[in-house]
């Protein structure tokens, strides 16, 4: 008896841990955005999304910049990097969208159905090698909302920070490009040199577009810039916490 004693306590934290790894696993499938990073809550142009699949393979989605080819750029690695978890050790490694390879290992703080809280313990980009001191690489992910809805559709700008702003049109495709059309003696003409590719992760919108309308410093480059959105009806709002960006209000129209 005095034996039991002692191992039923045991056994029972062995099969509460092995239930709390199967949560975990099951859990952590699915797209994730980081909300804030040691507390401070991350503007949407230093936006991270990592998505991870039921295979062991993930992705990571954020912008990049400079490059010869861009100046900005929204990018998703190839599903190739791989992660592991073990208990509440994560285990991440791969290549970015930038071509750099990365490791990381971090400490699962808490993980239920909607939020991951993570501690980064080291991490290795390239030439670069951390390892992170205690408490000082804190990460908060929210898992993101797949039935937030999507700017598929034609929308035309009617404000830009409050002031009235006419004259564009964003026509949003479904195969995840859109164009960019300028009313240009009441004619509707699309921009050839657009090249605009959108991602959507619940409620963030982020965009690739050549830029030589809105100018930066008169700089004419291939950029990105990511918004929080929200669609009410029939109209469309952008807004970022990003310091010097835009906001624009956009109401739908029907394609005829």
């Not at 951390?130 to 404000?159: C, M």
């Not at 195969?175 to 050839?192: A, C, F, H, P």
């Not at 004419?220 to 029939?234: D, K, L, P, V």
């Amino acid at each position: 008896m005095n034996t039991l004693k002692y191992i039923l306590p045991i056994l029972l934290v062995c099969l509460l841990s092995a239930c709390s790894a199967d949560r975990y696993e099951k859990d952590l499938i699915g797209t994730w955005a980081l909300e804030t990073q040691n507390g401070q809550k991350a503007d949407v142009n230093n936006f991270l999304v990592l998505q991870f699949m039921e295979d062991g393979t993930m992705t990571l989605s954020k912008m990049y910049g400079p490059d010869h080819s861009y100046k900005s750029r929204w990018i998703v690695s190839d599903a190739t990097n791989r992660y592991e978890l073990k208990g509440r050790r994560l285990y991440v490694e791969g290549i970015t969208g930038n071509g750099l390879r990365f490791k990381q290992k971090a400490y699962i703080r808490h993980l239920d159905s909607l939020h991951l809280y993570k501690r980064v313990i080291e991490y290795h980009m390239g030439s670069i090698d951390q390892v992170a001191t205690r408490g000082n690489y804190e990460q908060v992910f929210h898992k993101v909302d797949v039935n937030h809805p999507k700017p598929i559709g034609l929308w035309e700008l009617v404000s830009l920070n409050g002031k009235s702003f006419t004259g564009f049109r964003f026509h949003f495709k479904e195969d995840g490009t859109y164009d960019l059309l300028m009313d240009i003696n009441g004619q509707w003409e699309m921009k050839q040199d657009n090249n605009g590719t959108w991602f959507s992760y619940g409620e963030v919108l982020c965009t690739n577009f050549f830029n030589d309308i809105f100018k930066e410093g008169l700089s004419y480059e291939n950029i990105s810039q990511c918004y929080r959105f929200e669609i009410s009806g029939t109209t469309m709002k952008w807004e970022s916490n990003s310091p010097g960006s835009n906001s624009f209000l956009m109401k739908r129209v029907t394609i005829e």
